[in-house]
């Protein structure tokens, strides 16, 4: 089966509720979202009503609310040494957890972190003293997955060797996971047009049944640039087979896929249009144009 959708809004009146309603209209039946805008951390109190309409309407839907994840904001960073920054995301992640056993999500996508010109070592040591501190705090059954990264600045997470580093030395390595994304792995200079090789490596140095989602997104940019920018299926340097290749695994087969594509001119969301090629495994060279006639 294949668990396939995007990441979806969850906004404040809606919540949990318009989030579902997105990834249906995108024909998707998995999806991914952040419980407040992405670049901060201002969070509103989940409403219980909400997260309940929300099931109700899954219940009868394809979606799939095991194979849900909530991304952790982009400015979390525990690999900071900055004592106040740290306990800052320390103190919020903690409180995303306890949001995502309120809404009864399972995963969280966390990006490692940025060592911020304090060298890799350090980065990585903040990042699983953070770790316990969290896990230690909260004595959740929540997966953290850790995002292998592009490796853009100064970001942990770009070798398969980091994240296994920070989940071998954690006291709660139970509790971690690993978030594969596409374009941060060609960026990073991995090959994933032999996906089964890879995952050969993966397995290897980590574990294969560490990883917990993947997101698919093209990369704007050459293997090993180390830029992270996302670009629409098919129509970047990773290209559509490659693509292919690593949706349909059989290796892979039940962890949802998450599409954080571009919008269209900013503006369309392209999901629908994605999943359904995904789906049909046809590459469409006029996607991008069809998106903007049908709007
Ligand atoms: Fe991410
Ligand atoms: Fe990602
Ligand atoms: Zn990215």
Same mark, same amino acid.
């Given at each position: 089966m294949l668990y396939i959708g995007s990441h979806v809004g969850f906004k404040k009146d809606t919540q949990l509720v318009g989030s579902v309603k997105e990834a249906l209209s995108y024909g998707a039946n998995t999806f991914m979202f952040y419980t407040g805008a992405p670049q901060n951390t201002q969070r509103s109190g989940i409403e219980d009503g909400l997260t309940l309409e929300a099931m109700s309407i899954m219940k009868d839907s394809d979606i799939d609310y095991s194979k849900v994840v909530v991304h952790a904001p982009y400015i979390i960073n525990l690999a900071n040494s900055d004592k106040e920054k740290f306990n800052f995301s320390t103190r919020f992640l903690q409180e995303e957890i306890h949001r995502c056993e309120e809404l009864g999500v399972k995963y969280m996508v966390l990006h490692? @972190? +940025?060592h911020v010109g304090e060298g890799i070592d350090n980065g990585i040591e903040n990042i699983i003293k953070g770790l316990d501190i969290i896990l230690e705090n909260t004595k959740t059954n929540i997966i953290i997955l850790l995002e292998t990264m592009a @490796?853009? @600045?100064?970001?942990? @997470? +770009?070798?398969l060797e980091e994240i296994e580093k920070i989940i071998k030395n954690c006291k709660y390595s139970d509790n971690l996971g690993v978030c594969l994304d596409t374009c941060h792995l060609s960026d990073a200079g991995?090959?994933?047009?032999d996906f089964n090789t890879f995952l050969d490596n993966f397995d290897k140095i980590i574990g294969i049944e560490k990883i917990g989602c993947v997101h698919v997104n093209d990369s704007k940019n050459e293997p090993s640039s180390h830029k992270d920018r996302h670009e629409n299926i098919g129509f970047g340097h990773i290209g559509f087979e490659t693509l292919i290749g690593v949706i349909y695994n059989e290796r892979l087969e039940n962890v949802p896929k998450i599409l954080e594509t571009p919008y269209v001119d900013k503006e369309y969301a392209p999901y629908k249009y994605e999943i359904e090629m995904i789906r049909n495994k046809v590459f469409d060279s006029e996607l991008i144009n069809k998106i903007r006639q049908s709007l």
């Open positions: 490692p @972190g +940025s @490796g853009k @600045g100064s970001e942990v @997470g +770009s070798r991995y090959n994933i047009k």
